[in-house]
């Protein structure tokens, strides 16, 4: 379209010369007086939502300008009245100029560049029209006799696809936007993906848009819900050329909320990789089942409870009242959705930092499992209602199922052989330890749990991939959704810098819980401030258990080292301590318990037996543990109940 510039004033077009109509939204006309608005020899017989202005060349105008040295115009109303009304152009009137380019203007500048002069609301009503016309999204098009629309699938010309799900227009060009597909096999896609033959991959998080000289030929994708490929691809039937879409892979970037820490590295990038929903499959049969079809296909019919496997009757005592909570969940009997809970299994349970999470974000602790001797004592005298054995993870894993069967499961296998602190090795230890990392799939198939989370050091991601590759496509072969990132406790109300590898992975049926939501950061991030030493150490009694300050006074009379602000989060915990953990005065070490309240333990919590600090420092500190649970339960509940609401209305 040609570019017009035309002086709302006057109405003399200043630049282009050929006539054109011009097409605008009504709602550019507000305050306009009703009888103009309604006037049929102004408005015609235009659409209910739009005007049309037919521009007059470059020869007319619209009003009839007097000599330059005139104050004053006149300008013939066109509404049948002779009468000429002065017009003062005294006010600047380059100012009162539109350019009339392809990108149509705001319906506030429109009115900002109209005078508020009635004796010009015709000019006004004949200018508001020069808003353009936004761009079209047709459901489908027709290029050459060749429909492309709306559910079509396209191969491109760079090996990749695209499922269209609506076309755009602008420029006379076609534009396909939809979903951005990749093969399995292509560079693109991580080595923990599965390599299948005539599959592709959905991801999200790219620009799925092409135009139509991108665009090499039409192809089959069905894309389905069903966990094995076999379930839903049939040559005969769809043929040789037919591809099956089952996964998604989406990244997104999370803010990194460290003092001094840059963003782009792996720490910010969060992965996902994911079954299809019901929503997102194609609507056909053998294509796609409902969650609660898939859930029964895995773990059997009549194996999942909603809102939880435990009812809470006969622990109501129990529930806490937390006040920093706005919206408390008051603990109601006739309330099927709130009297129940999710059971909870811990394998490498340690000395319980995540069964202590777990159990404040409202989980039942149900069965728990460890190699140490006295983590096992120290698990069983603070958490008496769960059960827990003291076995290696292969002789627990030979129990019937149906003991083994839970809702939530926890893992956190031996991390030394994949921490960047590991420097002592141990050709024996290290190798048993390192097969620990792939118990995880013998616990899913024994205890089939809705949801499954796993804590690890972040070394495993960056330094051992190969490792960390074979453990992701584990979960997926087994048809677990499973997302993964490295959070940093101190965003999460720990008072260290403790970096650690979380992966959540959710059953067939269960719907992918996100990572929680950072609640602590730096000063400027809106969040809250970080937890320190301070406060974190000073509120411990003395004396106290595990917390013989004289002993450790005394011990280190005349090694001090240099004090440091205690108003700060310390550096991360390990089973010695860790690298310049100790007091901030600079007289002594940390105390077991102040190593513990560091990894945020409760105060009245009780250790038991030798290697109290070995305990602690291979804990998951029970703030993260607890806001990973929060979400886990949030994500269970929400699909529970709009299950229940399904079934409820039929829908």
Request: net charge negative; hydrophobic share 35%; proline share 7%.
């Amino acid at each position: 379209m040609s570019s017009n510039i035309i002086d709302l004033v006057s109405g003399t077009r200043l630049r282009g010369a050929s006539s054109a109509e011009y097409t605008v939204p009504r709602s550019a006309l507000d305050g306009i007086p009703a009888e103009l608005r309604d006037e049929p020899s102004i408005m015609g017989s235009m659409p209910p939502d739009s005007l049309s202005f037919q521009l007059p060349s470059s020869s007319s105008s619209v009003c009839s300008p007097q000599s330059s040295d005139s104050s004053s115009q006149a300008v013939s109303t066109p509404l049948g009245s002779s009468q000429e009304l002065p017009i003062d152009l005294t006010e600047d009137p380059p100012k009162n100029i539109i350019d009339l380019t392809d990108e149509p203007l705001a319906q506030s500048e429109v009115r900002a560049h109209i005078p508020s002069n009635p004796a010009v609301a015709d000019i006004r009503e004949r200018t508001a029209r020069l808003t353009l016309e936004p761009r079209r999204h047709p459901s489908s098009v027709v290029v050459n006799g060749i429909i492309y629309g709306q559910g079509s699938s396209v191969e491109l010309h760079d090996g990749n696809f695209l499922h269209i799900d609506y076309v755009s227009q602008r420029g006379g060009e076609n534009f396909f936007h939809g979903r951005h597909l990749v093969s399995s096999d292509s560079q693109g896609v991580g080595n923990y993906i599965p390599r299948t033959a005539r599959e592709v991959i959905w991801m999200p998080h790219l620009d799925g848009v092409c135009s139509l000289d991108q665009i090499k030929c039409f192809r089959r994708i069905r894309f389905t819900n069903l966990r094995r490929k076999d379930e839903v691809f049939d040559t005969e039937a769809h043929g040789e050329d037919a591809l099956t879409c089952r996964l998604k892979l989406t990244l997104k970037f999370r803010p990194v909320l460290r003092q001094g820490a840059r963003t782009g590295g792996t720490d910010d990038q969060e992965f996902a990789v994911e079954y299809l929903t019901f929503d997102e499959a194609s609507g056909g049969p053998n294509v796609r089942l409902s969650a609660q079809e898939l859930r029964d296909q895995w773990r059997g019919r009549n194996q999942t409870t909603p809102f939880g496997t435990v009812a809470l009757a006969a622990r109501a005592e129990r529930l806490e009242i937390d006040m920093m909570n706005p919206d408390p969940q008051v603990w109601n009997p006739d309330d099927t959705t709130r009297n129940r809970t999710y059971t909870f299994g811990d394998a490498y349970c340690g000395a319980g930092g995540a069964s202590c999470g777990a159990k404040k974000a409202g989980l039942a602790l149900t069965w728990a499992v460890d190699m140490d001797a006295n983590a096992v004592q120290t698990y069983r005298r603070n958490f008496p209602e769960s059960l827990v054995e003291q076995s290696t993870f292969d002789i627990f894993m030979t129990q019937d199922p149906d003991e083994l069967r839970i809702d939530v499961c926890h893992t956190s296998p031996p991390c030394q052989p994949f921490s960047p602190a590991h420097t002592v090795h141990n050709q024996v230890r290290d190798e048993q330890n390192s097969a620990c990392i792939f118990t995880s799939l013998n616990l899913i198939n024994k205890a089939r749990p809705r949801v499954l989370t796993m804590e690890e050091t972040f070394g495993l991601r960056g330094r051992h991939t190969e490792t960390f590759n074979r453990l992701i496509m584990d979960f997926i072969e087994v048809g677990y959704s499973v997302r993964w990132a490295v959070l940093d406790c101190v965003n999460y109300g720990v008072p260290q810098t403790r970096r650690r590898l979380i992966i959540i992975a959710a059953g067939p049926g269960e719907t992918l819980p996100s990572m929680p939501t950072p609640t602590h950061g730096p000063f400027g991030s809106g969040l809250r401030a970080f937890e320190t030493i301070h406060r974190a150490i000073s509120e411990i009694p003395d004396p106290w258990m595990d917390h013989d300050t004289g002993a450790l006074l005394e011990r280190t009379r005349n090694a001090h080292r240099e004090p440091y602000s205690p108003h700060r989060p310390a550096k991360t915990i390990t089973c010695s301590g860790g690298e310049a953990n100790y007091h901030p005065s600079g007289k002594r070490g940390l105390t077991p318990r102040e190593v513990a309240c560091i990894q945020t333990f409760p105060i009245g919590f009780v250790f038991c037996g030798t290697n109290r600090r070995k305990q602690i420092g291979n804990a998951v500190p029970a703030r993260l543990a607890e806001a990973i649970f929060k979400e886990v339960r949030k994500s269970l509940r929400r699909t529970d109940a709009k299950e229940e609401e399904e079934a409820r209305t039929g829908a």
